[in-house]
């Protein structure tokens, strides 16, 4: 399936930046699932850095922000390709080891909660069966609910809550893999949703390793595999280390920010 | 062998000039020969016109765990440690060696992990471990270096027994006390230089220079900039910052002075923006770019990994190096100098129990009166136990820490140091000391200071050399042939 793709994210600054930069991760690349037809990220109030691969294979961009500057727009639009693999994403890629995925990071800290979910699946039969479990057990438990959570929220945090956003959803999918002992990671990306074109934010889900099939994808939040509605962007151990944009400003204040995302299903690509 | 009547040497202890108390030892020769014609009341008084010059230089310590604001002089002892060339040789070879089998694992820890799927280290030792550092995977230095500078800490037991302490690949302070002892000992006993053909350390400055230059970005043009980044005033080695920058004609910033400008990290001039080319840190990682690692940190600056993964700049020693010189990785420095050299280590190993390991934990337990413990993760003898010295009630609050959290310790025999004299009002005292000789690392060639930091524990019997725990120095001489 083709998907049309716009993201357009704009910081308000209280005061004019003095210094600022932002790291994006906002690129897709070309993968088995996914092939990209065009893309381009354009900055208003800031101008490109550089730009490098990170140990998770993400293509990241610096911008420093215009020193004056008090709104930075970031965009990010195009097409890409997608193809439905039955929820299975690539082969394993990189230096980065599978054991690496291993590692609990802030946000996906074990304690009581994820040990509940990790309980309530360790004797399903398979590991297929086991994961797809434990996404729809996350799902029953922790409602989808924005508002609840911030970007800052651990799984614990959102456990306690008893909602949360897809990010959320992912942090605890991940938390609770890692301490089954399967390497798991955060995805940020787009989804085509049915209804709707205009979105009010990106999504995430996870990926689990699974011997014999590699990374295996659960949206815990919609309760599937991703299929070919799905673009994946970033990778990496939690939210943090895949977010679409994370920086630094100084001497800016209070800072708004606002997401504009429009998913469409565009002509052409393979069916 | 009346001559050698009443000389000080502690039993059992290696003697560096008096060997074990018959025999003057032929590297101090010259040096006797000298010392028997001298007044030991001018020589006290010397003793105390260098600590005067020293405080005029400005050289002091900030002693960490003290009162705020502590700063005091380390103490320098006037006797110099003597190095024949035939032992230096050896130290040289031995880490050279060393070195390039750190930069080797270091290489291949962040690529293919060869040695891991070898099963030569246990691969928890490095997923486990914090300062194996995730931003270096897949990415390789400038030139290939990622220790440009080593500082290994060494000691003697005997007349052939070289033992390595600690490798401090990350970032090793105290060159510019070989430095300044040096200056020192040559403004006061010029004579003494005349006597004795001692191999020069001087050069080591401008060595530095070269080194950092040598694996500078690819495609810098003309000279490379140089730039030392400092903690700031209120860092217990400032004044070494302040002092290699001057010497290497480089300039001192601060994280507030650097920013990213076309794609570079920039000092601010009066001309404007300057890029940097080498950066020699004397930030640790975790606190070098609060974009990538602690946010909170106000000591490095934002964005320099991202120019530094993307080509543009050089940091030195390259973020990351820790997991080389970590106390658990070092139990594994035999295997790792195989591995990659495929030659036997030519300095030895401390024999290192790893308290992870359960039947190490029961032995360590059962001999902690025999022994030296030590955190993992620590450094500068804070959170130490030497065993022999130790307490009843400081072995009891040891014995619940490594219960409570047994892989945070490793654990040594406790070594028979040895002793070098020092000057003190009743004549020469034997005195135990370690040696941290520099190595500089370019893309071709690995080059050590003949000399080298000689740290000197003081007290009569003590065994800790560290400066925070009143430690002071020598002069390191290194004879030619």
């Given at each position: 399936m083709r998907l049309n793709i716009s993201h357009t994210t704009t910081y308000r600054y209280a005061s004019p930046v003095r210094y600022g930069l932002q790291e994006l991760r906002l690129r897709p690349r070309d993968e088995t699932t996914q092939t990209v037809v065009g893309w381009e990220i354009t900055v208003d109030g800031g101008a490109h850095e550089l730009s490098f691969d990170d140990h998770y294979g993400n293509r990241v961009e610096l911008v420093s922000l215009t020193p004056g500057a008090t709104e930075t727009t970031i965009t990010a639009r195009g097409e890409v390709d997608t193809l439905d693999t039955a929820g299975v994403a690539t082969k394993h890629l990189g230096h980065t080891a599978l054991w690496f995925y291993l590692r609990a990071t802030e946000r996906t800290v074990v304690g009581k909660g994820v040990r509940r979910f990790c309980d309530l699946v360790r004797d399903e039969s398979d590991d297929v069966n086991r994961l797809h479990s434990l996404s729809s057990r996350i799902r029953d438990d922790v409602a989808y609910r924005p508002g609840e959570s911030d970007v800052a929220s651990s799984a614990e945090d959102a456990i306690d809550a008893g909602a949360g956003v897809c990010q959320d959803h992912a942090h605890i999918f991940i938390a609770a893999a890692r301490n089954l002992g399967y390497s798991a990671r955060y995805v940020s990306g787009y989804l085509l949703l049915a209804n709707t074109v205009e979105q009010d934010a990106s999504h995430a889900w996870a990926e689990a390793w699974i011997d014999g099939l590699g990374w295996v994808g659960f949206d815990v939040s919609n309760g599937i595999s991703p299929d070919d509605r799905y673009v994946r962007v970033a990778t990496g151990l939690d939210y943090r280390a895949a977010a679409p944009i994370r920086g630094v400003t100084y001497g800016a204040g209070e800072e708004t920010l606002e997401v504009e995302l429009q998913v469409q299903a565009g002509s052409g690509g393979q069916q | 062998m009346g001559r050698f009547d009443g000389v000080d040497v502690r039993p059992g202890y290696f003697d560096e000039m008096h060997g074990d108390g018959t025999e003057l030892r032929r590297p101090y020769r010259n040096y006797d020969e000298w010392f028997s014609q001298e007044d030991p009341r001018r020589l006290l008084k010397k003793s105390a016109d260098a600590e005067a010059l020293f405080r005029r230089t400005g050289i002091t310590f900030n002693v960490y765990g003290s009162e705020e604001g502590d700063e005091r002089l380390i103490p320098f002892d006037i006797v110099p440690r003597i190095i024949a060339a035939r032992e230096w040789a050896r130290i040289e070879r031995g880490i050279e060696q060393r070195v390039r089998a750190i930069n080797a694992f270091l290489h291949d820890i962040y690529h293919r992990q060869e040695i891991l799927r070898a099963g030569r280290i246990p691969t928890g030792v490095i997923a486990d471990n914090d300062a194996f550092l995730p931003e270096m995977i897949g990415f390789t230095p400038p030139g290939g270096v990622y220790t440009h500078i080593v500082g290994t800490d060494l000691v003697r037991t005997d007349d052939n027994d070289f033992y390595v302490l600690e490798d401090n690949a990350r970032t090793p302070s105290g060159v510019s006390y070989m430095l300044e002892n040096r200056e020192t000992m040559l403004q006061m006993f010029p004579e003494l230089f005349v006597k004795s053909r001692v191999r020069p350390v001087a050069e080591y400055p401008r060595d530095l220079r070269t080194s950092l230059a040598a694996a500078a970005p690819h495609g810098t043009v003309g000279r490379p900039v140089v730039a030392v980044l400092t903690p700031g005033i209120h860092n217990s080695a400032y004044f070494e910052h302040a002092f290699l920058a001057d010497q290497m004609g480089a300039e001192l910033v601060e994280g507030h002075d650097l920013s990213v400008v076309d794609g570079r990290v920039a000092m601010r001039t009066t001309e404007g923006p300057e890029p940097i080319d080498v950066l020699y840190r004397r930030v640790d990682d975790a606190y070098l770019d609060p974009l990538t690692f602690r946010p909170d940190s106000q000591l490095g600056v934002p964005g320099v990994m991202d120019v530094y993964r993307s080509g543009g700049i050089t940091i030195a020693n390259a973020p990351g190096t820790g997991i080389a010189d970590d106390k658990a990785v070092y139990s594994y420095m035999p295997e790792i100098i195989d591995f990659y050299t495929g030659e036997k280590p030519l300095l030895q190993n401390v024999p290192t129990w790893?308290?992870?390991e359960p039947d190490s934990l029961g032995y360590v337990l059962e001999h902690l009166a025999e022994l030296v413990v030590k955190e993992?993760?620590?450094?500068?003898?804070?959170?130490?136990?030497?065993g022999p010295a130790a307490s009843k009630r400081e072995i009891a609050r040891f014995t619940r820490k490594l219960k409570a959290k047994p892989a945070n310790y490793i654990a040594q025999p406790t070594l028979a140091l040895s002793t070098v004299p020092i000057l003190t009002r009743n004549g020469l005292a034997p005195r135990h000391v370690d040696l941290r000789p520099f190595a500089l690392v370019a893309p071709n060639n690995i080059r050590i200071t003949p000399g080298g930091l000689t740290r000197v524990a003081m007290k009569r019997g003590s065994l800790v050399v560290n400066s925070s725990q009143g430690g002071g120095t020598k002069d390191t001489w290194v004879m030619e042939d």
């Open positions: - | 790893r308290c992870s993992v993760h620590g450094s500068g003898g804070y959170g130490m136990l030497v």
